[in-house]
């Protein structure tokens, strides 16, 4: 009963690397979602994908990319990542058409030295 | 514009007692609002949902928090504390298009 499952957990990048965050779910949802969590700021959304073969942008999409592969995988790219992008990335899931993310990855803890 | 506003960053109980975790939202129409739980090092969990239904919502875990548009709140409550309760709690109202809008978070701790 995996869920959603990210990888990696950990990553320790250099600024100005690049790096791909992946994630699957298994429960054929139609959308994902990816969030940050930054201490004393809740979650923000920096994109979504209703359904397969579409994505849109969140609330801090810049430095961002993603892609939805099919309808299980969800990947963020960082094309040359920043210590501003030092965060807890979340990657969720929904059956629902609407922006409610209904479960939720364990979590890829980056860090940008 | 929508917001939400969790009035304590941090809630500190004895188990067995009341927990009362606050949370006011500021919305131009009648709002959709949740409450997710996060325990360390864990992605976050649904403990349950307001949409326009029951004013009085029951959650998982023994949770329920109750709607009150003319004090704009959703305060979350359970009538007795358990250890496995300590985790983050986030309340959390729909923005435009339906995106989340987080509140910043309330640490419950529980006292042996």
């Known amino acids: 009963n995996a869920g959603v499952t990210q990888t990696p957990k950990f990553q320790v990048l250099k600024t100005g690397q690049s790096m791909t965050l992946q994630c699957a779910q298994d429960?054929?949802?139609?959308?994902m979602y990816w969030y940050r969590q930054d201490p004393g700021m809740g979650l923000r959304l920096i994109y979504y994908s209703a359904s397969e073969g579409t994505t849109d942008k969140g609330e801090v999409p810049n430095g961002y990319n993603v892609s939805r592969l099919n309808k299980r995988e969800f990947s963020l790219r960082l094309e040359s990542a920043a210590p501003s992008q030092t965060s807890v990335y979340f990657c969720?899931?929904?059956?629902?058409?609407?922006?409610?993310?209904?479960?939720f990855g364990d979590g890829t803890r980056l860090s940008i030295l | 514009a929508q917001s939400v506003t969790q009035l304590d960053s941090h809630v500190s109980v004895s188990e067995g007692t009341p927990v009362l975790l606050r949370c006011n939202y500021s919305?131009?129409?009648?709002?959709?609002l949740f409450w997710y739980v996060q325990h360390p090092n864990k992605g976050l969990q649904l403990l349950l949902k307001y949409t326009s239904a029951a004013t009085l919502v029951k959650g998982i875990n023994g949770f329920e928090a109750e709607f009150k548009k003319s004090e704009t709140s959703f305060h979350l409550t359970k009538p007795s504390a358990h250890m496995s309760d300590a985790a983050e709690y986030f309340c959390v109202v729909t923005g435009q298009g339906g995106k989340l809008i987080f509140g910043q978070g309330t640490e419950l701790s529980v006292k042996p």
């Open positions: 969720a899931s929904s059956d629902s058409g609407g922006m409610q993310p209904q479960h």
């Open positions: 429960m054929n949802h139609n959308s």
């Open positions: 919305s131009s129409y009648s709002p959709s």
